[in-house]
C-alpha cells in the first residue's frame, strides 16, 4: 500500500518548473513593469453590417522597432529580462 501512494505523489506535476520572479536589480521592484514598442503600426479589420454599423474583425498591428522592457518603480532598463517576461505572460 505505502508504494502505491509513493507512485503517486512522484506522478503529480511540478507546477514550479524554472520560474522566478524578474526584480528590478536597481531597486528591488518585482511588480510594475512597462513594456515600450517603437514603430507600431495599429491596423483594425472593420466589416460593414446592413444596417450601416461596423463591427471589428481583427487587430493586425504590426511592431517594427524595438520592444524594450522598463522597471515601474525606478525606469531601469530591464530589457534584458523581456524575453523571460513573454514566457511567463498568460
Ligand atoms: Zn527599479
Redesign the pocket.
Known amino acids: 500500500m505505502e508504494l502505491i501512494h509513493e507512485t503517486a505523489v512522484k506522478k503529480r506535476p511540478e507546477t514550479k518548473k524554472s520560474a522566478y520572479r524578474i526584480v ?6 518585482d511588480r510594475d513593469f512597462f513594456e515600450v514598442a517603437d514603430g507600431v503600426i495599429l491596423t483594425t479589420h472593420y466589416v460593414q453590417n446592413s444596417d450601416c454599423s461596423f463591427t471589428q474583425e481583427g487587430d493586425e498591428s504590426q511592431i517594427l522597432g524595438e520592444i524594450r522592457f522598463f ?6 532598463d ?1 530589457s534584458r529580462f523581456h524575453q523571460r517576461f513573454v514566457e511567463m505572460l498568460f
Not at 528590478?24 to 521592484?29: I, K, L, M, T
Not at 522597471?71 to 531601469?76: S, T, V
Open positions: 528590478c536589480p536597481n531597486c528591488g521592484n522597471c515601474g518603480e525606478c525606469n531601469a530591464l
